[in-house]
T-cell receptor
Framework: SQQGEEDPQALSIQEGENATMNCSYK?????LQWYRQNSGRGLVHLIL?????REKHSGRLRVTLDTSKKSSSLLITASRAADTASYFC????????????FGTGTRLKVLA | NAGVMQNPRHLVRRRGQEARLRCSPM?????VYWYRQLPEEGLKFMVY????????ESGMPKERFSAEFPKEGPSILRIQQVVRGDSAAYFC??????????????FGPGTRLTVL
């Protein structure tokens, strides 16, 4: 299976609710990043969290990283219809190959 | 400051034709990465290049696919004799040589290849 796997695969919530997505990975990492992709569009970088960080915030986004469990979570608070998109985590390996390994993504649908 | 640029944004080819995808990295970036995204899937690493050098092509199919990043001009991903299974979105990313450890990659908008 892949290095990064998001959970759940799909999530449907009402506008105003919080959305939580999880990502698990297998090998040691330098950093982990979250991206958003609107249907049929490119990737938008959301947050980078380094392996020595535990939590980061950016606006309505909150990312946590637990290196002991090899997992990360992305929380979107007070969701809006415009948050409807697929969300991917991407990890790089400490081996220094620099390539990102993406999960299969969580498809978030926010209902107005 | 322009971001990563890719062209064309959409490309339609018939089976057996060649597809050429171009990527201009962000200004000052000398590291380029190509990824492929099949429908409903995440991005899969294909190749990592620096100027005039292929550093890691472990994700690239052995046949029909090639990539280059010349001293001058954009990086090119070339797919020869395309087949229907090559239909996908191809994303290019670039990063700065100044921060290899952080390796923050900036992605282009992608090229959507459709093979008829």
């Amino acid at each position: 299976s892949q290095q990064g796997e998001e959970d759940p695969q799909a999530l449907s919530i009402q506008e105003g609710e919080n959305a939580t997505m999880n990502c698990s990975y297998k090998t040691s990492i330098n950093n982990l990043q979250w991206y958003r992709q609107n249907s049929g569009r490119g990737l938008v970088h959301l947050i980078l969290i380094r392996s020595n960080e535990r939590e980061k915030h950016s606006g309505r986004l909150r990312v946590t990283l637990d290196t002991s469990k090899k997992s990360s979570s992305l929380l979107i608070t007070a969701s809006r219809a415009a948050d409807t998109a697929s969300y991917f985590c991407a990890t790089d390996a400490t081996s220094g190959t620099y390539k990102y390994i993406f999960g299969t993504g969580t498809r978030l649908k926010v209902l107005a | 400051n322009a971001g990563v640029m890719q062209n064309p944004r959409h490309l339609v080819r018939r089976r057996g034709q060649e597809a050429r995808l171009r990527c201009s990295p962000m200004k000052g970036h000398s590291h380029v990465y190509w990824y492929r995204q099949l429908p409903e899937e995440g991005l899969k690493f294909m190749v990592y290049l620096q100027k005039e050098n292929i550093i890691d092509e472990s994700g690239m199919p052995k046949e029909r696919f090639s990539a280059e990043f010349p001293k001058e001009g954009p990086s090119i991903l070339r797919i020869q004799q395309v087949v229907r299974g090559d239909s996908a979105a191809y994303f290019c990313a670039s990063s700065s040589i100044l921060a290899p450890k952080d390796n923050e990659q900036f992605f282009g908008p992608g090229t959507r290849l459709t093979v008829l």
